[in-house]
């Protein structure tokens, strides 16, 4: 028998443009659920006509009816071996992806779909959200009710594989709560994983959706259809770009706001998996000792801390009339030590009836915070639950202004409170090179307490740190040496990358701000502990080189007083025929016969073979000019030395062709910020620092270097610092530069070539 198949309609489709109140019509429940059913309709009008045995099926958001904007469509198309299948199938399948909608499509057998389901989690969880939609409603009935039967009886089987699964695809999307540019669907806590806790309630492992679940899936299925309606295609992940007009159709303040509010539902919903989780893995365990029900073994873990079935809870001598109010912190300080969760029954009685801290902190509060800043692996996860039940901000009040404040720099990879736990958890790994530890942890926690304050993080950060310092108990020494660590966090990476480390001047006043090795130490452990919590962006090798070469060099001044001489150039460039070209690994070494324009010229060839500068420094001696680069290859992959090496000679030699084809590629810098000059008078011992800060494009160093040249300045050290799309480059201009014209005669040449 043909099967006839009905010539297909429009598909469905949100409209394309309009207004933000237009647009605002198409979001929330109602709307998902209109589009499911016309979508339905669509693909019923397609079906063939009085067909028996065969069915259509629809799984994930359209089995939901949880359709966005421009959702992919998941189908089934089931049958009970009706001839013909495949060509039905493809009469099917054309329409829709003519209709360019996304389709996920299988063809199956009910023995078939379930045998799948059996062994494979994922289309085992999926057919938890099957729905008739067209043909034989009898045989979507039966695929239905086995497969929620088969799930039942499987689940403590297969949540082991779907939580490894899981796991891998948190590590590569990361933690939707604490990412400025999280994807929706498949980061942690994100829509992937209400599915998960849907189908985890479905097995009756756990109660998991539960109100505040249940409204933080609402939100993000919001979230995602302005998402989808904002950028007018199919899209998960929230970049910086869309916030602004995803809040406003969601009518929320801005885009920050709605950061924290997608923060806030990711939080609830990988909390409430970690709970699921638990649950699962509590009711496997009986199972394989047999279901034999008994009384649960307690093993003392801490004082009134003991661990019972895998979770930690009070210990009864612990709950009395009027509990210890240190007693949140030191439980907290025991999960993360043995790494074991702290039960919910537990964190919710301790959010209720524990009293608050006392001003200033008894030893044993200030002990336990110590010990639950370092205590490694086990912080972040056990922050994370105290968070969740408000614990915290019993602790620290301040922490609600932080609570997932974004941060817009582009190195930046976490929210500001995620970043200064993970600074925390990094400092973890310098705690034996320091003689205070503690300072260590307590500093990397507070470094970035100012941000989301008026005026500058260190500066008006230092006295909140104090503040906080001296309310945990701290002893005045101790509260400076914090406050200190606060103001001058950024002191040593700055420095380190900015100016020129020969020059005594550096040295000199880098000694002087911090006064004593142990707070140089301290910074030092404090720097690398925050670029690593930053992101990669922050952190390279070259960048750990210059930070110890600079507290080497400091450190000797704090011991003896001494301070560096200034370099002389490689004795090898001095003597023999010009023009002489070195390389030695990130090193490049350029001489030539005196003449201007050889620092633009060399950085200008460095960049047509993607070397980023880093440092720079230029020399005339014996009527021989002299350039040094520190570089590092932009993609990775070093450049090609024989290539390199005769581009330098021609460039060296005079030839122009080099600079004429970075013209030709130049690029032009992103929007943003207009750039600035800042000029820095007592920067250097026999110069002025000029300080450009702008945004980064192809060739910028060699259009600046060619501006100081024709404007008449003398360059003798550059050093080159990128964060993200943005540089801080300091030119090192011979002379006094007293006159305040010569000033802005040269700043706006500069500016004209940014």
Same mark, same amino acid.
Request: some cysteine.
């Given at each position: 028998?043909?099967?006839?198949?009905?010539?297909?309609?429009?598909?469905?489709?949100?409209?394309?443009?309009?207004?933000?109140?237009?647009?605002?019509?198409?979001?929330?429940?109602?709307?998902?659920?209109?589009?499911?059913?016309?979508?339905?309709?669509?693909?019923?009008?397609?079906?063939?006509?009085?067909?028996?045995?065969?069915?259509?099926?629809?799984?994930?958001?359209?089995?939901?009816?949880?359709?966005?904007?421009?959702?992919?469509?998941?189908?089934?198309?089931?049958?009970?071996?009706?001839?013909?299948?495949?060509?039905?199938?493809?009469?099917?399948?054309?329409?829709?992806?003519?209709?360019?909608?996304?389709?996920?499509?299988?063809?199956?057998?009910?023995?078939?779909?379930?045998?799948?389901?059996?062994?494979?989690?994922?289309?085992?969880?999926?057919?938890?959200?099957? !729905?008739?939609?067209?043909?034989?409603?009898?045989?979507?009935?039966?695929?239905?009710?086995?497969?929620?039967? *088969?799930?039942?009886?499987?689940?403590?089987?297969?949540?082991? *594989?779907?939580?490894?699964?899981?796991?891998?695809?948190?590590?590569?999307?990361?933690?939707?709560?604490?990412?400025?540019?999280?994807?929706?669907?498949?980061?942690?806590?994100?829509?992937?994983?209400?599915?998960?806790?849907?189908?985890?309630?479905?097995?009756?492992?756990?109660?998991?959706?539960?109100?505040?679940?249940?409204?933080?899936?609402?939100?993000?299925?919001?979230?995602?259809?302005?998402?989808?309606?904002?950028?007018?295609?199919?899209?998960?992940?929230?970049?910086?770009?869309?916030?602004?007009?995803?809040?406003?159709?969601?009518?929320?303040?801005?885009?920050?706001?709605?950061?924290? !509010?997608?923060?806030?539902?990711?939080?609830?919903?990988?909390?409430?998996?970690?709970?699921?989780?638990?649950?699962?893995?509590?009711?496997?365990?009986?199972?394989?000792?047999?279901?034999?029900?008994?009384?649960?073994?307690?093993?003392?873990?801490?004082?009134?801390?003991?661990?019972?079935?895998?979770?930690?809870?009070?210990?009864?001598?612990?709950?009395?009339?009027?509990?210890?109010?240190?007693?949140?912190?030191?439980?907290?300080?025991?999960?993360?030590?043995?790494?074991?969760?702290?039960?919910?029954?537990?964190?919710?009685?301790?959010?209720?009836?524990?009293?608050?801290?006392?001003?200033?902190?008894?030893?044993?509060?200030?002990?336990?915070?110590?010990?639950?800043?370092?205590?490694?692996?086990?912080?972040?996860?056990?922050?994370?639950?105290?968070?969740?039940?408000?614990?915290?901000?019993?602790?620290?009040?301040?922490?609600?202004?932080?609570?997932?404040?974004?941060?817009?720099?582009?190195?930046?990879?976490?929210?500001?409170?995620?970043?200064?736990?993970?600074?925390?958890?990094?400092?973890?790994?310098?705690?034996?090179?320091?003689?205070?530890?503690?300072?260590?942890?307590?500093?990397?926690?507070?470094?970035?307490?100012?941000?989301?304050?008026?005026?500058?993080?260190?500066?008006?950060?230092?006295?909140?740190?104090?503040?906080?310092?001296?309310?945990?108990?701290?002893?005045?020494?101790?509260?400076?040496?914090?406050?200190?660590?606060?103001?001058?966090?950024?002191?040593?990476?700055?420095?380190?990358?900015?100016?020129?480390?020969?020059?005594?001047?550096?040295?000199?006043?880098?000694?002087?701000?911090?006064?004593?090795?142990?707070?140089?130490?301290?910074?030092?452990?404090?720097?690398?502990?925050?670029?690593?919590?930053?992101?990669?962006?922050?952190?390279?090798?070259?960048?750990?080189?210059?930070?110890?070469?600079?507290?080497?060099?400091?450190?000797?001044?704090?011991?003896?007083?001494?301070?560096?001489?200034?370099?002389?150039?490689?004795?090898?460039?001095?003597?023999?025929?010009?023009?002489?070209?070195?390389?030695?690994?990130?090193?490049?070494?350029?001489?030539?016969?005196?003449?201007?324009?050889?620092?633009?010229?060399?950085?200008?060839?460095?960049?047509?073979?993607?070397?980023?500068?880093?440092?720079?420094?230029?020399?005339?001696?014996?009527?021989?000019?002299?350039?040094?680069?520190?570089? *590092?290859?932009?993609?990775?992959?070093?450049?090609?030395?024989?290539?390199?090496?005769?581009?330098?000679?021609?460039?060296?030699?005079?030839?122009?062709?080099?600079? *004429? !084809?970075?013209?030709?590629?130049?690029?032009?810098?992103?929007?943003?910020?207009?750039?600035?000059?800042?000029?820095?008078?007592?920067?250097?011992?026999?110069?002025?620092?000029?300080?450009?800060?702008?945004?980064?494009?192809?060739?910028?160093?060699?259009?600046?270097?060619?501006?100081?040249?024709?404007?008449?300045?003398?360059?003798?050290?550059?050093?080159?610092?990128?964060?993200?799309?943005?540089?801080?480059?300091?030119?090192?201009?011979?002379?006094?530069?007293?006159?305040?014209?010569? !000033?802005?005669?040269?700043?706006?040449?500069?500016?004209?070539?940014?």
């Amino acid at each position: 028998m043909d099967a006839v198949v009905s010539e297909p309609s429009a598909a469905p489709r949100v409209p394309a443009g309009g207004s933000p109140a237009d647009l605002s019509q198409h979001l929330g429940a109602a709307a998902r659920a209109q589009r499911a059913a016309a979508l339905d309709a669509w693909l019923t009008a397609m079906f063939p006509a009085h067909l028996p045995g065969i069915s259509l099926v629809a799984v994930g958001g359209l089995g939901r009816r949880d359709v966005a904007p421009y959702s992919d469509l998941d189908l089934v198309l089931l049958h009970n071996g009706t001839a013909g299948i495949d060509r039905i199938a493809s009469a099917l399948w054309y329409p829709i992806w003519d209709a360019r909608l996304g389709l996920d499509h299988s063809v199956r057998t009910l023995p078939e779909a379930l045998s799948v389901a059996h062994d494979d989690v994922k289309v085992s969880l999926g057919l938890l959200d099957a !729905r008739h939609v067209a043909g034989d409603a009898a045989l979507s009935a039966e695929l239905i009710a086995a497969a929620g039967d *088969q799930w039942r009886r499987t689940a403590v089987r297969l949540l082991p *594989q779907l939580k490894e699964i899981t796991a891998a695809r948190w590590a590569t999307h990361g933690e939707l709560a604490f990412l400025l540019e999280g994807d929706l669907k498949e980061a942690a806590g994100g829509l992937r994983d209400l599915t998960i806790l849907r189908g985890i309630g479905r097995a009756g492992v756990a109660d998991t959706m539960r109100p505040a679940v249940r409204a933080a899936d609402l939100r993000l299925l919001d979230t995602r259809d302005a998402l989808h309606l904002s950028v007018g295609r199919r899209v998960d992940r929230l970049v910086a770009q869309e916030r602004a007009a995803v809040a406003e159709l969601l009518d929320v303040e801005d885009g920050d706001a709605l950061l924290r !509010r997608v923060a806030g539902d990711a939080r609830t919903v990988a909390h409430a998996l970690d709970d699921a989780w638990r649950a699962a893995d509590r009711l496997r365990t009986g199972r394989r000792r047999g279901g034999v029900p008994g009384a649960p073994v307690r093993r003392p873990v801490a004082r009134d801390v003991v661990e019972q079935d895998g979770e930690l809870v009070l210990a009864r001598t612990a709950i009395g009339p009027v509990p210890d109010p240190t007693l949140s912190l030191r439980v907290a300080a025991a999960a993360a030590t043995v790494r074991l969760p702290i039960a919910r029954a537990t964190c919710e009685w301790l959010a209720s009836f524990c009293p608050p801290l006392p001003t200033p902190w008894p030893p044993a509060a200030r002990a336990a915070l110590v010990s639950l800043l370092g205590s490694g692996p086990g912080l972040l996860p056990t922050w994370e639950a105290c968070d969740r039940y408000g614990l915290i901000d019993a602790w620290l009040p301040e922490w609600a202004r932080m609570r997932s404040l974004p941060q817009h720099h582009p190195v930046h990879r976490y929210t500001l409170d995620r970043h200064l736990v993970q600074a925390a958890y990094e400092a973890t790994a310098y705690a034996r090179e320091v003689d205070r530890p503690d300072l260590l942890l307590l500093g990397a926690f507070l470094h970035d307490v100012g941000k989301g304050l008026p005026g500058d993080h260190s500066t008006v950060g230092a006295p909140v740190a104090a503040d906080i310092a001296t309310r945990i108990g701290l002893p005045p020494a101790d509260v400076a040496t914090i406050e200190k660590l606060v103001r001058l966090h950024l002191l040593l990476p700055d420095v380190a990358t900015r100016r020129d480390l020969s020059d005594p001047v550096t040295i000199s006043s880098v000694a002087e701000a911090v006064g004593d090795a142990t707070t140089l130490d301290l910074l030092h452990a404090l720097a690398r502990a925050d670029s690593h919590a930053t992101g990669p962006a922050a952190w390279s090798d070259w960048k750990s080189r210059l930070i110890a070469e600079l507290v080497r060099r400091v450190r000797t001044a704090l011991d003896t007083g001494a301070l560096p001489e200034p370099p002389e150039p490689d004795p090898e460039l001095l003597v023999g025929d010009l023009p002489a070209v070195h390389l030695d690994g990130d090193r490049v070494a350029v001489a030539t016969a005196d003449r201007r324009g050889l620092l633009g010229s060399v950085a200008a060839c460095l960049a047509m073979h993607r070397l980023d500068v880093v440092a720079a420094d230029a020399a005339t001696v014996d009527g021989r000019a002299i350039v040094e680069f520190r570089t *590092q290859p932009r993609y990775g992959s070093p450049a090609d030395p024989v290539a390199l090496a005769a581009d330098l000679r021609r460039v060296a030699a005079g030839d122009v062709s080099v600079t *004429q !084809r970075l013209r030709a590629r130049a690029g032009t810098a992103r929007d943003g910020a207009a750039p600035r000059v800042v000029w820095l008078r007592a920067a250097a011992t026999d110069a002025v620092v000029l300080e450009l800060r702008a945004a980064d494009s192809a060739g910028l160093l060699y259009r600046v270097a060619s501006a100081l040249d024709e404007a008449g300045a003398e360059v003798r050290a550059a050093r080159i610092s990128t964060l993200g799309g943005d540089v801080v480059d300091a030119f090192y201009l011979v002379g006094s530069w007293a006159d305040a014209a010569e !000033r802005e005669r040269v700043e706006a040449a500069v500016l004209a070539v940014v």
